[in-house]
């Protein structure tokens, strides 16, 4: 089945993405041309710099937040020329940034703008499975505020990040119970200390004991370089309470006492596969 956009008759792909930044000079157009000497069919991709409508490709008319919808062909190393390491075209060797990806066509609903995008890259998001490329948002407007979320994220699971986590128009709310831990000295488990607030109010001035050095390894997941917060409120009026180590191979680097009616926050680092430093923050 297909459907046919401004009389364009293409196949009828329901994918879309959605951009995490600005996309100019990360949308390609395909071109191939017939080697006159060899009669080998060459190709390459070249970053476009002009929208249909004579604009030059800019950040203010490709912003982030901006769908692109999937219209069906697809470009394969190999399968398509001037894709793998050593093609050419024309007699000059292809630029190495699109070698050995696999790309797709998409279809920018608000500028006219189709080409090819690297699907893998950083820039470009899931946005949609089920929604056809007919469908336009006309609430979005080029260089305006975008109109439409990305889906949310809910997960039991773990995020992991390879880059930057970033918020610009809200908080970022991050949910550590807190863990009533009565008057008398306390010895917090590696689950406590790595994802709650612990308010105390001591009897007298005592130690806060945290968990074994290998136990904080294991619950923060074993990765030197791995950190995490911890936040100790001390709610009494009249006795500190002193952070203590479980073991050697914890080390505290600045205070570790905690005044009254005072709270502490303190970053716990994964130095090494078996030690931990206690930063003072």
Excluded at 61 to 82: D, M, S, T
Excluded at 101 to 110: A, E, L
Aim: aromatic content about 8%.
């Amino acid at each position: 089945m297909s459907i046919s956009v401004n009389g364009v008759q293409e196949a009828n792909s329901k994918l879309s993405y959605i951009t995490t930044a600005a996309f100019n000079g990360s949308i390609y157009q395909y071109t191939t041309a017939l080697n006159t000497t060899n009669f080998n069919t060459e190709g390459q991709l070249a970053a476009i710099t002009t929208l249909p409508s004579g604009a030059a490709v800019s950040s203010t008319n490709c912003p982030a937040g901006r769908i692109l919808r999937v219209v069906g062909k697809k470009l394969y190393p190999g399968a398509n020329p001037g894709l793998v390491l050593g093609d050419k075209y024309q007699g000059t060797t292809v630029s190495n940034n699109n070698l050995n990806h696999v790309w797709v066509s998409v279809f920018d609903s608000v500028t006219g703008l189709r080409g090819f995008i690297d699907p893998n890259a950083s820039l470009f998001a899931i946005y949609n499975v089920d929604n056809n490329r007919a469908f336009v948002d006309v609430a979005e407007t080029a260089g305006g505020t975008p109109t439409r979320l990305g889906p949310s994220i809910y997960t039991g699971g773990n995020v992991t990040a390879g880059g930057n986590i970033t918020t610009t128009g809200g908080a970022v709310i991050q949910y550590k119970p807190i863990l009533a831990s009565g008057t008398g000295v306390l010895t917090l488990t590696a689950a406590q200390t790595v994802g709650g607030v612990v308010t105390q109010a001591p009897g007298a001035a005592q130690a806060v004991n945290l968990p074994s050095t290998a136990s904080l390894i294991s619950a923060m997941g074993s990765t030197v370089g791995t950190t995490c917060e911890f936040v100790y409120i001390n709610t009494s009026a009249a006795n500190i309470a002193t952070m203590t180590a479980g073991d050697i191979s914890t080390t505290f680097v600045g205070a570790v006492a905690v005044a009254v009616s005072t709270s502490a926050r303190f970053i716990i680092a994964i130095t090494s596969a078996t030690t931990v430093v206690v930063y003072r923050a």
